[in-house]
């Protein structure tokens, strides 16, 4: 084995590779929310349908897509590999455990957390991201130019209150997540210092407040709008 | 007062194991919590049955040696080593679960003992300086800021009993391991084997079993010094600059 695959194969090579793609896709997050706000302007989805144009045709955008797609994947490959590894260190568990008094749920449950993240986007990704890349989706024109009408089934999904109920859940979880993973991942690459780890901790709540939150208002927005 | 035991009884290594009752009466709530078992490992002998085992040394809180999982937290319910709870921190009647530490690097040898030499192979793969430090005015020749003095020994104090991996829901040695590597990180003396020795260090906490780190802070919750998780973050910190500069290929 080389230096390199016995460092990433070790237990904390694994976690620094759970850390940094976990830190991707909070950056990924602020990205994606950013742009989604666009769901907001009063236009019938011209900016939105223009930005989405943007996003899948793009050069750059691709490429950092597909590293997307990648910190998806080892993200999720990594979890699995460690939780495994990490059964197999207590194989035999306690009749009575009470762990709640020192540590945090989410802290112990990310896997479940993001088990659940990953079921939705699942479904996420199947209703709009294949929508937008294989499916038959109405054309608009902007100023000559054609343009796939993305906001046209995003606002049909979100007029359906079960499915806007399960993206705000789904939030809700993804909220939890980040809770525990945003400060997590900065001590796992090593960063705990007084100067900055309160501020880090500070800013992991509220990011995972905020960005579920802003996600959750865009489907809950358009089901408002789809009342009138 | 009186109490319920239920203690996890295991011939051997290879036996099954299970949880059996015992009633032990009037304990005094000045005992310790290891004077309550030696009452009842004297009803035991008594009765000519097998008394139970465990560990335990010095019985006055710094060795390391006494372990016991009790009422579903590593050393009871005081932030303190087993030896140095009281009866006083439990109730007339109560019902005490004792279970041995649970993990696969930690194999039970008999009832509530269980085998640390783990801990003992991760020390002898790096956590040692090699240099002849002299007697002691040698040693007092180095000079050492207080600040970092201290928090070196801040972190020497870890006393190697495990309850870190007893509460870690993935029995994780993180907090042991890191403390091992900081307390030598820090010092002058620990400069040359520096690198070398958390790779080491680190790659025999895996060959062991041990499981992975996931933040839980579970392991600083329960440790009876104290030791910081800012220590596994500082040995994050040495292991991934030791593998992008040291000599190991």
């Given amino acids: 084995m080389s230096w390199v695959t016995k460092t990433l194969s070790s237990s904390l090579g694994k976690k620094l590779i759970m850390s940094l793609t976990g830190l991707f896709l909070i950056i990924f997050l602020v990205g994606h929310v950013t742009g989604n706000l666009q769901l907001f302007i009063n236009d019938d989805g011209q900016a939105f349908n223009i930005y989405a144009k943007f996003m899948t045709t793009n050069p750059a955008v691709k490429i950092l897509s597909y590293v997307t797609y990648i910190a998806i994947i080892g993200h999720v490959v990594y979890s699995i590999i460690t939780t495994l590894a990490n059964k197999k260190a207590r194989p035999i568990g306690y009749q009575t455990s009470r762990a709640s008094t020192n540590s945090a749920w989410t802290s112990r449950n990310m896997g479940v957390l993001g088990t659940i993240v990953l079921i939705f986007l699942v479904v996420h990704l199947q209703g709009f991201w294949y929508e937008m890349h294989w499916g038959n989706l109405p054309v608009v024109q902007y100023d000559g130019e054609e343009y796939k009408d993305l906001y046209s089934i995003v606002k049909f999904a979100f007029a359906e209150p079960l499915l806007v109920l399960l993206y705000v859940v789904a939030m809700v979880f993804l909220g939890l997540h980040l809770s525990h993973g945003f400060a997590s991942a900065f001590q796992t690459l090593g960063l705990n210092h007084k100067k900055y780890t309160p501020a880090i901790v500070f800013l992991g709540r509220v990011f995972s407040v905020v960005v579920p939150a802003l996600f959750a208002s865009m489907p809950i927005y358009l089901y408002i709008s789809s009342l009138n | ?249």
Avoid at chain 2, 9 to 32: C, L, P, T, W
Avoid at chain 2, 39 to 49: D, F, R, S, W, Y
Avoid at chain 2, 151 to 166: L, M, Y
């Fill in chain 2, 1 to 249: 007062m009186n109490l319920t035991l239920k203690i996890w009884r295991q011939k051997n290594n290879s036996d099954k194991g299970a949880f059996k009752e015992y009633k032990v009466e009037h304990i005094s709530k000045d005992m310790s919590f290891l004077e309550m078992l030696d009452v009842l490992n004297e009803q035991l002998a008594n009765k000519g049955e097998d008394p139970v085992h465990f560990d335990h040394d010095c019985r006055e809180g710094i060795c390391g040696m006494c372990s016991l999982y009790i009422n579903g937290k590593p050393h009871g319910p005081e932030q303190t080593t087993t030896c140095q709870l009281h009866m006083r921190s439990f109730q007339d009647g109560e019902v005490v679960t004792i279970e041995p530490w649970r993990a696969t690097a930690f194999p039970v040898l008999k009832d509530l003992v269980v085998n640390r030499s783990a801990f003992d192979r991760i020390i002898q793969a790096g956590g040692y300086v090699s240099v002849n430090t002299g007697g002691v005015p040698d040693a007092n020749e180095i000079p050492i800021p207080k600040k970092i003095a201290d928090e070196a020994f801040d972190s020497a104090t870890c006393i190697g009993c495990g309850a870190c991996v007893a509460a870690c829901k993935n029995a994780s040695a993180m907090l042991f391991v890191s403390a091992k590597v900081s307390q030598l990180a820090l010092l002058p003396q620990g400069q040359v084997e520096r690198k070398e020795r958390v790779e080491r260090m680190v790659s025999q906490m895996d060959a062991e079993g041990f499981g992975a780190c996931s933040n839980t802070g579970a392991c600083e919750a329960e440790c009876p010094k104290g030791i910081s998780v800012t220590n596994i973050a500082r040995m994050n910190r040495e292991y991934f600059s030791a593998v992008v500069t040291s000599d190991n290929i």
